[in-house]
């Protein structure tokens, strides 16, 4: 996809977008904290933070460039918030709103991605 193709793009995309970096970014940051927290599950939560922290960058270099692959991976930012409210049921719901709005995110920004034309 172009350059100019990149920068003209929706406010559906951006909303979506801005949803993915965000609870990617909050992920990040909640992991680390959590790391001090919990001391006991200090390398579970190092792995989350690491896997948030390499979503950001997806997010902010391919995505933001379009670039189909990038949509795709994307779908696996779900995945540790449902793995987690499946360990911890008392935050369920937390982990599994957070995976919806991922989901939302991501449908979201498909027509910058998938373009008929």
Same mark, same amino acid.
């Given at each position: 996809?172009s350059i100019a193709a990149i920068? /003209?793009? %929706? ?10 970096? !965000?609870?990617? =970014?909050?992920?990040?940051? %909640? ?8 001391? $006991?599950?200090?390398?579970? &939560? =190092? #792995? +989350?933070a690491t896997f948030s922290l390499?979503?950001?960058?997806? @997010? &902010? *270099?391919?995505?933001?460039? $379009?670039?189909? +692959? #990038? +949509?795709? *991976? /994307? +779908? ?9 409210? @499946? ?9 599994? /709103?957070? #995976?919806? @709005?991922?989901? *939302? !995110?991501?449908? @979201?920004?498909? !027509?910058?991605?998938? /373009?008929?034309?």
């Amino acid at each position: 996809m172009s350059i100019a193709a990149i920068q /003209t793009q %929706s406010t559906v995309y951006r909303f979506g977008w801005w949803i993915l970096v !965000g609870l990617s =970014v909050l992920a990040v940051v %909640s992991y680390r904290m959590l790391i001090f927290v919990t001391p $006991a599950l200090v390398d579970s &939560f =190092v #792995a +989350w933070a690491t896997f948030s922290l390499y979503s950001v960058f997806v @997010l &902010f *270099i391919p995505y933001r460039r $379009a670039e189909r +692959w #990038a +949509w795709y *991976i /994307t +779908w696996a930012l779900p995945i540790p918030s449902v793995v987690l409210s @499946l360990n911890n049921p008392d935050a369920a719901p937390y982990y599994l /709103t957070a #995976a919806g @709005l991922m989901v *939302i !995110g991501q449908l @979201l920004t498909r !027509g910058a991605f998938f /373009t008929r034309g």
